[in-house]
């Protein structure tokens, strides 16, 4: 086996094993005997949803072996599905274990400090969810439609590792720690790649006629 093909199994290993070892301990943490079920699931809602934004711009970018740049983006657009699917999910069954607490933070009266950026994450990921869907019917500018793709990615991930870090939940405190590091530096690293390193490189390659 080349080393090549070794880099496709360490690479895919390395990722899933950031993304899924946060899930595996909150799974088993001994907090979870005292919640209700909707409390449980909405609260994996949110654990997994966290855990997809890795992918989201290694995908976006290309870094991750094995997968055409058909298929990339095949799998950044369903897994953007399930982003949303799970923020409904999340919300829903915080709702369902405190309707009166989840309606203040919906209406920004929550004390707590981590509310204010679960909200601005949530309609993050809803109003980019809504730029995909109406992408046509608004005419934008493909570079236009992308800054503001990004820029909202861009945002609903900062604003999700704030409100992540600020929760003393079911998930541990070192795996979320990397797993958050993770997803910052993964999508600081996709944007900064795609819309300044490539760009350059696409003009400088122009210029000389390649």
């Known amino acids: 086996m080349t080393g090549r093909t070794w880099n496709v199994p360490l690479a895919w290993g390395a990722v899933l094993a950031v ?6 301990l909150a799974a088993f943490n001994p ?14 809602a949110g654990i997994l949803c966290l855990s997809l934004m890795l992918l989201q711009p290694l995908l976006a ?10 298929a990339a983006t ?3 657009r369903r897994i953007g599905t399930l982003l949303v699917a799970f923020v409904a999910v999340h919300v829903g069954g ?13 209406l920004l009266r929550a004390p707590t400090p981590f509310s204010v950026h ?9 109003i980019t969810a809504l730029l995909v869907v109406l992408r046509r019917r608004l005419g934008l500018p493909p570079g236009l439609w992308r800054w503001l793709h990004n820029a909202l990615a ?3 991930v900062v604003t999700t590792c704030i409100h992540a870090a600020r929760i003393e939940g079911a998930m541990g405190a070192a795996s ?3 797993l958050l590091a993770a997803v910052l530096m993964a999508t600081l690293a996709a944007l900064l790649d795609l819309r300044l390193l490539r760009p350059i490189v696409l003009k400088r390659r122009a210029r000389q006629g390649f």
């Open 19 to 24: 993304m899924i070892v946060p899930v595996v």
């Open 31 to 44: 907090w979870l005997a005292y919640r209700n079920a909707a409390y449980i699931v909405g609260g994996f």
């Open 61 to 70: 970018a290309g870094y991750l072996p094995g997968l055409s740049p058909v």
């Open 74 to 76: 095949r799998w950044h």
């Open 94 to 106: 915080l709702y369902l274990t405190s309707p009166m607490d989840t309606v203040d933070v919906l």
């Open 118 to 126: 679960g909200f601005l994450a949530m309609w993050g990921i809803v």
């Open 154 to 156: 861009l945002g609903v």
């Open 176 to 178: 979320k720690a990397v």
